[in-house]
């Protein structure tokens, strides 16, 4: 599965961003998408999760109730909404998929196969 990630973009404080990760080549609804984040001199971080089907979602503790993961199977799509944007979420975002037969998504980027080439969110303050 070929995957790019949208949607970044300069925003201040308090903003909000929706990023897009579209996938091509294969069944989508058979992977696990996951979103991770690097802020520059730092390790790549869980961000947030959504299971194939869409009914399990798993998310970083710094997102809780400002970030939200969704993903439209027939538009092989999964949107993250960010709300309540802090400076400290600037960072390049990737997404990331990883086929399960069953309903699960992981947080580690170690279980996911396909990366998308990410996308730059920088928060001013």
């Known amino acids: 599965v070929q995957l790019q990630a949208s949607g970044g973009g300069l925003v201040q404080a308090g903003g909000s961003l929706r990023l897009s990760c579209a996938a091509s080549?294969?069944?989508?609804?058979?992977?696990?998408v996951g979103w991770f984040r690097q802020a520059p001199g730092k390790e790549r971080d869980f961000v947030e999760a959504i299971t194939g089907s869409g009914t399990g979602i798993y998310y970083a503790d710094f997102v809780k109730g400002r970030f939200t993961i969704s993903r439209d199977n027939a538009k092989n799509t999964v949107y993250l909404q960010m709300n309540s944007l802090k400076p400290e979420d600037t960072a390049v975002y990737y997404c990331?998929?990883?086929?399960?037969?069953?309903?699960?998504?992981?947080?580690?980027?170690?279980?996911?196969?396909?990366w998308g080439q990410g996308t730059l969110v920088t928060v001013s303050s």
């Open positions: 990331a998929a990883a086929e399960y037969h069953t309903d699960y998504a992981p947080r580690s980027s170690y279980e996911y196969d396909y």
């Open positions: 080549g294969s069944t989508f609804s058979n992977y696990a």
